[in-house]
RNA sequence: GCGAGUGUGGCGGAAUGGCAGACGCACAGGACUUAAAAUCCUGAGAGGGCAACUUCGUGAGGGUUCGAGUCCCUCCACUCGCACCA
């Protein structure tokens, strides 16, 4: 068999008779819609594309035979760093760049023998594709979801650009792993805490494993508390502010002694003249500035800070004073950037206290004399309250809810809901991205374009570097950038900085409902006719980003009817890591990465795709290694010999039951994206028909259909051969229950849960024919004699005990 | 620290509460061969026994059940995510 020759022959035939391609409205055919996150085009094949795509390429061919219109479709992610990287580093034009990486990753795709649909190819760096990005982006702004505000952001020093909180997970850069800092900056935000609550939904209705919806709740950070003012005074008891104080422990508000503001916090700025300590604390401020907020983080342990002298709050339970400090482990980004501190029940404000030699108050029952006795001891416990007026004694859990009814009924607390994740700050100083279809008028200030004017070119430049002032090397092109307003018909100035690489991706499986619509980014029709993506793969390093602004995206696009529904994603399967032999991550670009093509081309596209399979199940992290593949070789080999066994038509009662069972739970596991175990069926039943040594027709077109997804190839080419035509035109066999039935099994026999013997009983027998059975056994009958039957268990199938006393 | 997930032979891994270790690799023995490779057949969780057989076995300990890898509780280890989030 030569396998290259028949995997090029297949691959240039569906290619060319677009044997793949979807078909919009289908009269009679359900539709299905696989996605496979779309491809970095900088990059070429790597081993997680193979992990990725197989799975979700044979689930595609599976719903096909089942009787589904499916949309199967690829594209590339071109706009951000790679693509410029390279152009800076090489001179070649980043257009260029991407033209020739998307001809090599589609035909490096097409080698794995993907079922694609090719005319519905997109790339995100195309005009017409971006066009609708800016598109979106457009009716984000008119409905004031995007705004541009001066706020501490953060910043990568090597790639010379604004990062979003997804892009700086760990406090570096998700491009380049520089550390990131914290600089203030002009920057856009998009709203995405505004949507905190329906983000939550999305992750709750889509079906995703466990442990990554986890990741997305953990994100997105959604806490419930109380909000409560306290009263701002000086030394005189003069009332000078109002300070706001997010808390989720209302319950512990009596133990508060001192209150803690992020140091970044605008009203100490206004409160400047009634601080008696003004340069120390300026000096602190200063130092704290320095350090990123990352720095902060890391180091717990050793607590900060500054006293504001000469101003005080008053706790509005109790009417006490409170001294107030400035301290860098309070953050400015979250809530109000400023905590009630209560060092008996919260471990941070326990150790600041003990720096500072600020006294404990305690008011939950518990030993606070080494720790603090937090909330996740006393809740559970439910323990009691003390020194806390008229709510001492009271359980923890009830006092929660009476003392913050008691605040709001006073007016000076109220309910609030809090998220850790941040609006999405969405701007690049780069060059290779989305201009921001948006100029800045010096008298109307940020003015949208009109919806005509779309798409705005991004401009040719020479010069890709950023500068290095800050600016987005797109301020060189002064002839693009300067424009007359579109409100007021003056001089004005476009938006330099450009979308993030995230960007283009957070709404491309809509496109592909309709990839060359020039009036709108889908035809609404074709939109409600594909709905949701039924099932969608690809890495789970994307579940916190990608994945959040895609759902995100898609509520917003409900909002305005854009779109038909509010999930993007009924089903995500995140796929596992391939691992280095040793059990390392393999990565994309260092030595220890394995092209899948040299692979392919040792042992063919059929055997990779398997073998690589075999190994584990889709969302397992599998270590590659090749010991294994010599048993795919074999079983591929097998099969080809398959087409020199046969021997009579329609389906022989020998092997009836095999096929029915193989049907079956080849089905469960495509559906499943379980290959391993179908593959692993596959061998049970190809190993069954050697023994018996011959194979009807019937059987073995069958039998080829079952094996098609996972080894297209050469069951696309053994069908040509022995019936003729393409095996993509068949349809998936139909078994009958009964088949999946045979005329006798074998039970294990217990006595007392201890298997006595075996025994074959016809798979008719009733319940009490079983037991008369069993009991008839000379071994079950030693078993048995001299003691009382206590019990009599039947599992129909699987095994008879008798309990015996 | 918090949260989630996972622990099964020499290895990758199977098992709707019902015969643990499917399938494959590696291993051992045999057939074919002058020989090797390839191929085919056979064996095999561990311990004990010539044998029929028997004891122990799914990270550890307890529990529920006629029956637990699977369900419940406690603990340990590993992986991932978040991490001074008030």
């Known amino acids: 068999m030569d396998f290259k020759q028949i995997e090029k022959k297949w691959q240039e035939k569906w290619v060319k008779e677009k044997t793949f391609n979807a078909i919009d409205f289908h009269p009679t055919k359900p539709k299905y819609y696989v996605l496979y996150e779309f491809c970095n085009v900088s990059g070429h094949l790597h081993m997680g594309h193979l992990k990725g795509t197989v ?32 152009a800076i580093k090489t001179g070649i034009d980043p257009h260029d760049f991407v033209a020739q990486g998307m001809k090599t990753i589609t035909s490096e795709l097409n080698k794995i023998g993907l079922s694609f649909d090719w005319d519905r190819t997109i790339c995100t760096s195309d ?136 140091p970044e916090l605008k009203l100490i700025d206004k409160l400047k003249g009634s601080i008696k300590n003004w340069p120390e604390v300026e000096t602190y401020r200063k130092q704290a500035a320095l350090r990123s907020e990352f720095d902060r983080m890391s180091d717990q342990k050793d607590k900060t800070g500054c006293k504001l002298e000469g101003l005080y709050v008053i706790n509005p339970a109790n009417g006490r004073k409170v001294d107030i400090y400035i301290a860098d482990f309070v953050l400015a980004g979250y809530a109000t950037g400023a905590v009630m501190a209560v060092p008996s029940h919260d471990q941070r404000d326990y150790e600041f206290a003990q720096k500072f030699n600020i006294p404990l108050v305690q008011v939950i029952e518990g030993d606070t004399s080494t720790r603090a006795v937090e909330k996740g001891e006393y809740i559970p416990k439910n323990s009691k309250l003390m020194n ?43 060059y290779w991205g989305e201009p921001f279809p948006i100029v800045i008028c010096p008298h109307c200030g940020e003015v949208g374009l009109s919806e005509k004017d779309l798409p705005l070119i991004l401009p040719e430049v020479k010069d890709y570097l950023p500068n290095k002032n800050g600016d987005s090397p797109l301020s060189k092109a002064t002839e693009w950038v300067n424009c007359k307003c579109p409100k007021c018909g003056r001089d004005a100035k476009r938006e330099t900085d450009t979308m993030p690489n995230w960007a283009g991706s957070s709404w491309y499986w809509l496109r592909y409902t309709d990839p060359h619509n020039s009036e709108k980014l889908a035809d609404f029709e074709k939109l409600k006719y594909w709905g949701s993506v039924d099932c969608y793969t690809g890495g789970t390093e994307h579940i916190t980003r990608h994945v959040l602004y895609a759902f995100f995206w898609q509520n917003f696009l409900y909002e305005i009817g854009a779109v038909p529904t509010r999930d993007p994603f009924i089903r995500k399967m995140g796929s596992g890591l391939i691992l280095t032999s040793e059990g390392k991550k393999m990565s994309k670009s260092s030595a220890n990465g394995v092209s899948p093509i040299e692979v392919i081309e040792k042992y063919g596209a059929d055997v990779t795709r398997m073998h690589l399979h075999f190994l584990g199940g889709y969302e397992d992290n599998t270590p590659l290694t090749y ?84 080894a297209p190839h050469i069951t696309s080419e053994m069908y040509e051969r022995v019936f ?55 071994k079950v009958a030693a078993a048995l004699s001299g003691k009382t039957i206590v019990k009599e268990i039947v599992v129909p199938g699987r095994i008879v005990n008798i309990i015996a006393k």
């Not at 690829?74 to 790679?82: N, Q, T």
């Not at 349809?731 to 025994?759: C, F, H, M, N």
Request: aromatic content about 10%; some cysteine.
């Open 55 to 86: 799975p979700s390429d044979a689930l595609a061919r599976y719903k096909r035979f089942k009787g589904y219109n499916v949309l199967f479709p690829i594209g590339g992610d071109a706009f951000g760093l790679p693509a410029e990287n390279a």
């Open 127 to 262: 005009p017409e594709y971006y066009k609708w990005t800016q598109w979106i982006f457009l009716q984000l702004f008119n409905h004031g979801k995007a705004y541009k505000e001066k706020a501490k952001v953060n910043f990568c020093p090597k790639c010379q650009t604004v990062l979003s909180n997804e892009d700086s997970q760990g406090g570096k850069c998700d491009r380049c792993g520089s550390d990131v800092v914290q600089e203030e900056r002009q920057s856009w935000f998009l709203k995405m805490r505004e949507y905190g609550d329906k983000l939550l939904q999305n992750v709750d209705r889509i079906q995703m494993a466990e442990n990554l919806k986890e990741a997305q709740r953990n994100w997105i950070g959604r806490s419930e508390g109380t909000e409560i003012s306290f009263d701002i005074y000086d030394e005189s008891g003069k009332k000078l502010d109002k300070l706001d104080i997010y808390t989720t422990c209302v319950e512990t508000v009596y133990g508060i002694t001192f209150v803690a503001l992020a």
């Open 388 to 430: 806390s007026a008229e709510f001492s004694g009271m359980p923890a859990q009830e006092a929660r809810v009476k003392i913050a009814e008691a605040l709001i009924k006073a007016g000076v607390a109220r309910k609030k809901v809090n998220y850790k994740m941040t609006d999405w700050a969405f701007n690049r100083q780069r």
């Open 627 to 710: 010991d294994g593949i010599k048993g795919i070789t074999s079983f591929v080999d097998k099969v080809w010999s398959l087409q020199d066994m046969i021997k009579g038509d329609g389906v022989s009662k020998e092997h009836s039951f095999e096929l029915a069972s193989l049907n079956k739970k080849a089905g469960e596991d495509y559906e499943n994206l379980k290959l391993n175990t179908a593959i692993s069926a596959m061998m049970i039943f190809v190993k069954k028909i050697k023994e018996d040594g011959f194979i009807t027709k019937e059987e073995l077109r069958q039998f080829l259909i079952f094996l098609n997804p996972l």
């Open 724 to 778: 003729g035509g393409n095996i993509a035109d068949e349809s998936w066999p139909e078994y009958d229950e009964k088949d999946l039935v045979k005329a006798e099994v074998e039970l294990a026999i217990q006595v007392s849960s201890k298997i006595i013997t075996r025994l074959n009983v016809p798979t008719s027998a009733s319940n009490d024919e079983i037991l008369a059975l069993a009991k008839a056994d000379e």
